[in-house]
């Protein structure tokens, strides 16, 4: 390992503009003659707009244009999409409604966007949005997941019973076969709480039209610029994709939420057009609130079948998945090819059958949030495991140990084929680094003060590296998900990597230049890293699902051995040997058992000087490209231990140990990926313990601010334990898993499971605020009188 | 509009504002000082950071005239000759920040908590004192250390130019 190359702890080369202010976010962007878009949204969750009246507002001081829908149905511009089709267990499609980007006729969730202002400056279109006077016959509205179905409320009219889909996974009759002869059957209801994605830099648009050129720009807050453009331009119809660019400069943060297109920078693109004025959009943070797409809320009732050996030999599940009032992006594959595939968790189950029914309510659109699908299943998974191994009798550690699957590849009953693991490894380093053998001495001691320790285990896997193309078409995805690089090298050997993945605080500049370096024996800061502009990266599908590395480097990695091979070529003819003869080592051609040697930027110059061969030999340059399409996904797996403390006094929980053992597979950069799993661990220990999206019975955001949804702070967290084991990912050139949903994955049932562990009652939802953990302490203190 | 002077990252300026105009929103949209982030519209981010006559504020908490006749520093004026502030490097150092949005005002905090408590920080301290700053990448873990180490590293400064 070099200083700067594959495995070293290289500091970030993107972190000096950063630390001093020189970061370019979406808002630090002005054009000139930039106007500001403000959109005025739904107050009410449900109703019908009679009309708009946009004449008072018109006249307001500073106003450019205000838009509504009927203006975006005059330009033919088209609705949102959700781009992955599922189809229900009788066949039929999923209901998709209509989604268009400014309301037509109807209003389903507050902050649903109903008019458009655009103005010299926002306080003035703020001003001006004020003055719209808009009829609406409010309509009774549904937010509860469990019961959207049996609503009369209905949200579209194309789905009658507010159901979207009712889908399956898994081997049904098996199932219930394996039920039938278990010894032991533990059954459980749980909640996943709604969240708020909530990257610290809100979602941003800035659209431009040039005229001259009839040419579109828009800058954008997105993990995946190109998706961006082919929706926009393919689906929606703002603009002809070879005539947009977007851009995606530096990104405060994703999550996910950056995922998906929404309707104001549809907005953006399209009115900067109609006013001829580039038009400006930021959200502030109420307005993330109502309408970023959020994330989880399932309710769901599992039961897992053990047999007289503590095996278990069966699990069914069925989840209510509320998918919001519109379908996002990709709102249909969350809770359905993300989710129920991974209810095999890190264990040997022969029978797995999953029933998932989505419904429309009158909330904002929920979709891909950190982890999208897997933190659920892992939470159904592992609350279920933990909860039997106690009615069982039986520790915890040792009941996964003896269900953990040890053959590989391993074929799941729920499609995935693991490719390779060892889980008792990490299950080992993970009970060693907790120091799990003097728990007892410590709960004691805890006792001794009056107050309750807890221990909870998280044996997560997750799918990422994603992900085949092929097969996720077969699942119903509208697209592919390869990665495609383009290695220039530059006739001075230095290297610009044009990247299709994006980095939103991943630190690809850094990672992918330690890849380059490590291959072509050049030092880091010779490669540097271009992503998030159109116009540069010919195509791409940017980063979420742990994929930049798995699959955004290895298409790197395969375009280097490109380059690699045309230098051979080029070595060849200025060594006058045989291109079979060239060898590449440490930054060098050089000739078998020779000590005839050119460094890698004479090769580089060489290449494009082109006198030492003739354009009809070869070609002039050192230019290569590849699309990278996985043949699986990856498999990262560990195990998350989780030590609490509660004063069952005040319900107050206080997380005395963290510790995580992760199989990421190859690590590139460790302090990078540890960086990763901390920030993993603290969204899931924000789903656990403090945050939860809360809408009243009449469809009002009641956790819209800061100040109202609880995020995790500094004090509310530990200083975290990681360790790391390692088996190679065979699937892909880099031997790499991927590392960003870890924590999210697992924390969230280490938390639940040390909790429970601590009162010794099962029934806790989250987020497990003091008032629920009191009011559960009481009832494991006296069971009648908290009733 | 109102007219307001101050001195800004040791310049003075004047301007003409809307008397609604953030202090944030003037270092942003007149100064072009975008290193000042927003992050939320209820003063619980802290990503607005700045310093305004020696000790931090949350630059969307106040406005712009109420900073008439003060000294503003923001993330932009801390490195000097191009050397950077010791916090700076130990942010750096110690991954203290991943997609850096929060991390000027994280920065522009804990130089103050620095000023306020001292270079020997517990870990405890620090998270009580990063109360007003949140971050959603890190988990703190990272920035709990580099404010550590920042710590140190300005106590060491001071004697450094003073044997020079």
Known sequence: MTATGIGAPVRRKEDQRFVTGQGRYVDDFNRPGQAFAYFLRSPHAHAAIRSIDTGPATIMPGVVAVLTGDNLAADGIGGLICGWMIHSK?????????????????????????????????????????????????????????????????????????????????????????????????????????????????????????????????????????????????????????????????????FGSKIFIYAEETVCVWAAKKVRRPVKWTSDRSEAFLADAHGRDHVTHAEMATDENGRIIGLRVHTTANLGAYLSTFASSVPTYLYAPLLSGQYDIPAIYCEVDAVYTNTAPVDAYRGAGRPEATFVVERLVEKTARELGQDPAEFRRRNYITQFPHQTPVIMTYDTGDYAASLDKALDLADYRNFQQRKQESARRGKLRGIGFSSYIEACGIAPSQAVGSLGAGVGLWESAEVRVNPTGSVEVLTGSHSHGQGHETTFAQLVSDRLGIPIDQVSIVHGDTDKVQFGMGTYGSRSGAVGMSAIAKALDKVIAKGKKVAAHVLEASEGDIEFKDGKFGVAGTDKALGFGEVALQAYIAHKFSGQDLEPGLKEGAFYDPTNFTFPAGVHICEVEIDPDTGVTRIDRWTAVDDFGVIINPMIVEGQVHGGIAQGVGQALLEGAVYDQGGQLVTASFNDYCMPRAIDLPSFQVGMTVTPCPSNPLGIKGCGEAGAIAAPPAVINAITDALGHEDIAMPATPQAVWRAAQKARMPMAAE | MTTVSLTVNGQSVTADVDPRTLLVQFLR????????????????????????????????????????????????????????????????????????????????????????????????????????????????????????????????????????
């Open chain 1, 90 to 254: 009788d066949g039929s499609p999923m209901k998709a409604g209509p989604h268009p980007a400014l309301a037509q006729g109807k209003v389903r969730y507050v902050g649903d966007h109903v008019a458009v202002v655009i103005a010299e400056t926002l306080a003035q279109a703020k001003d001006a949005a004020e003055a719209i006077v808009v009829d609406y016959e409010v309509l009774p509205a549904i937010v509860d997941t469990a019961e959207a179905a049996k609503a009369s409320v209905q949200v579209h009219d194309v789905a009658p019973d507010n159901t979207v889909f009712n889908w399956h996974l898994g081997n049904r009759e098996e199932t219930e076969a394996a039920f039938a002869r278990a010894r032991h059957v533990t059954r459980i209801d749980l909640v996943n709480n709604r969240l708020v994605p909530n990257p610290i830099e809100p979602r941003a648009a800035l659209g431009e039209y040039d005229p001259g050129t009839d040419t579109y720009t828009l800058y954008t807050t997105s993990q995946n610029p190109h998706v961006a453009r082919l929706v926009l331009s393919a689906f929606i119809g703002v603009a002809p994709e070879h005539k947009l660019r977007v851009i995606a400069p530096d990104v405060g943060g994703g």
């Open chain 2, 29 to 164: 949209e007149n100064l072009r000082l975008t290193g000042t982030h927003v992050g939320c519209d209820t003063s619980q981010c802290g990503a607005c950071v700045v310093h305004l006559n020696g000790q931090a504020v949350k630059a969307c908490t106040i406005l712009a005239v109420q900073a008439d006749a003060s000294v503003v520093t923001t993330i932009e004026g801390i490195a000097e000759g191009g050397e950077l502030h010791p916090m700076q490097s130990a942010f750096r150092e110690h991954h203290g920040l991943q997609c850096g949005y929060c991390t000027p005002g994280m920065i522009m905090s804990a130089i103050d908590i620095v000023n306020r408590k001292g270079s020997d920080l517990d870990e405890q301290t620090i998270r009580a004192e990063l109360e007003g700053n949140l971050c959603r990448c890190t988990g703190y873990h990272n920035i709990v250390k580099a404010v550590a180490a920042g710590a140190r590293a300005m106590a060491r400064a001071p004697l450094q130019q003073a044997a020079e």
